[in-house]
């Protein structure tokens, strides 16, 4: 057993980081389409106690996610049952591939202050990775 800065490793355990994002993001993945209304993804957020997920079109293609962020600064909450979450949802998609390690998702979960990343093969939604996925690894495997 070797040991480094009062940290014993071996060589049968692994370094959180050397994980790929595919062996710990949650599936299935809770969506919503662009047509789904706010009223709705506010239940779903509650009913499933996750506070965003993917917006994708009827063929599993990502379009956008939706945070309770997004609706909070962006949502017209007073007409959530007609306001479609595509009002809302934000566009600009930052996503990762199944073999992306865990190092760097943390880094960009960091530096981007992301809470969740949608994972994506072939241009579909296959999985997110959240911060409590990596802690869960990280709680483990240290």
């Not at 599936?27 to 239940?43: A, E, N």
């Not at 962006?74 to 591939?97: C, E, H, Q, W, Y």
């Not at 190092?103 to 949608?118: N, Q, S």
Request: hydrophobic fraction near 40%; aromatic fraction near 4%; charge should be negative.
């Amino acid at each position: 057993m070797n040991s480094r800065e009062g940290f014993s490793t071996s060589a049968t355990t692994r370094h959180w980081g050397d994980f790929a994002v595919a062996e710990v993001m949650t599936t299935p993945v809770v969506t919503v389409t662009p047509q789904t209304s706010v009223r709705d993804v506010i239940r779903l957020l509650l009913n499933e106690s996750i506070s965003g997920m993917p917006v994708v079109e009827a063929d599993g293609s990502i379009v956008g996610i939706v945070t309770e962020k997004d609706l909070l600064v962006g949502g017209n909450i007073l007409a959530a049952d007609v306001t479609p979450v595509s009002f809302v949802m934000n566009r600009k998609v930052t996503t990762v591939d199944p073999g992306t390690t865990l190092d760097e998702v943390a880094e960009v979960m960091v530096h981007l202050g992301y809470k969740r990343l949608p994972v994506v093969s072939d241009g579909m939604v296959t999985g997110v990775i959240s911060r409590c996925d990596v802690l869960r690894v990280v709680d483990q495997h240290s």
